[in-house]
């Protein structure tokens, strides 16, 4: 298995370097972008808000290996559009599923990072029957009020220049498709009804849960990776010591690289293809 570091894990900012022709599909009105590799049982990947499929190009080799991977741009992000301008966490988990339904896929296992989890926890809620097993890095089950103040702060402006020009590298509608995505973020520290998720609400997930976070992480506090994995019946827990919300980190200028990075591909296959039981 090749070496990676962890900013590459999370957040690969270099050009996509697979050669994969790219598709376009309409999903509730959006077009959804998403590539296609490897055979196997279909895994889906989805990223965290504000970036695009492109951040898993580290894990393409080893996973398509044994899955079927299959990339997705969520609605706004990337190449997929979005023509209200508005995003839920709701409304990502319909698309995806409406995906699936087009690409003729019953079940399927997925992993996301940040809103890609959080997109993952509403589609557990939504249907028992169609996720075998999640992963879900770095996400929440609700937004506290310590994650709304950060939310409600930021500033399109005072954003780093160093990460916008990364922002720019993945959305090909340039500033306009980054403004309304930050907008977009932003309006999170203002909305209660879409991340609300109660523990009787977790617990009626089904599908083989591994919850990875941080115990550094600002945005979401490590009580609640515990809670979820509390109420989640078939779930796992690992809390990385050190280690921060991705995300949060490049954007401010930190490059950390834990050392327990190179075992990360190697923990997540092992998990999804069901070789940890009870």
């Given at each position: 298995m090749k070496k990676i570091s962890i900013t590459l894990l999370f957040l690969c900012i270099s050009i996509h370097g697979y050669s994969q022709d790219g598709n376009l599909t309409d999903v509730n009105g959006a077009d959804i972008y998403y590539e296609v590799y490897g055979n196997g049982e279909p895994l889906v990947l989805?990223?965290?808000?504000?970036?695009?499929?492109?951040?898993?190009?580290?894990?393409?080799?080893?996973?398509?290996?044994?899955?079927?991977?299959?990339?997705?741009d969520m609605r706004?992000?990337?190449?997929?559009?979005?023509?209200?301008?508005?995003?839920?966490?709701?409304?990502?988990?319909?698309?995806?599923?409406?995906?699936?339904?087009?690409?003729?896929?019953?079940?399927?296992?997925?992993?996301?990072?940040?809103?890609?989890?959080?997109?993952?926890?509403?589609?557990?809620?939504?249907?028992?029957?169609?996720?075998?097993?999640?992963?879900?890095?770095?996400a929440t089950s609700y937004f506290p009020e310590s994650t709304r103040a950060i939310l409600k702060?930021?500033?399109?402006?005072?954003?780093?220049?160093?990460?916008?020009?990364?922002?720019?590298?993945?959305?090909?509608?340039?500033?306009?498709?980054?403004?309304?995505?930050?907008?977009?973020?932003?309006?999170?520290?203002?909305?209660?009804e879409d991340m609300n998720?109660?523990?009787?609400?977790?617990?009626?997930?089904?599908?083989?849960?591994?919850?990875?976070?941080g115990d550094r992480d600002p945005f979401f506090p490590v009580d609640i990776p515990v809670t979820s994995y509390k109420s989640i019946p078939n779930s796992y827990l690992w809390i990385v010591p050190n280690f921060s919300h991705q995300g949060f980190d490049i954007a401010a200028g930190q490059d950390k690289d834990p050392l327990w990075a190179e075992t990360y591909i190697a923990v997540v296959k092992q998990f999804l293809s069901?070789?940890?039981?009870?």
């Open positions: 989805l990223h965290g808000f504000t970036l695009s499929h492109e951040m898993w190009d580290p894990f393409i080799e080893d996973l398509s290996e044994t899955f079927k991977i299959i990339l997705v706004g992000h990337g190449r997929s559009s979005n023509p209200t301008d508005h995003f839920t966490h709701r409304q990502s988990a319909r698309d995806i599923y409406g995906l699936m339904d087009e690409l003729q896929i019953e079940s399927f296992k997925a992993m996301g990072f940040s809103s890609g989890g959080m997109t993952l926890t509403h589609m557990a809620t939504m249907d028992s029957t169609r996720l075998e097993a999640i992963v879900l890095m770095g702060g930021i500033q399109y402006e005072a954003m780093d220049e160093g990460w916008l020009n990364t922002l720019k590298k993945l959305h090909p509608g340039g500033e306009p498709q980054i403004k309304s995505l930050i907008t977009q973020f932003k309006n999170f520290g203002n909305t209660y998720f109660t523990p009787p609400y977790l617990s009626t997930i089904k599908a083989s849960t591994l919850i990875i976070h069901g070789e940890w039981s009870e």
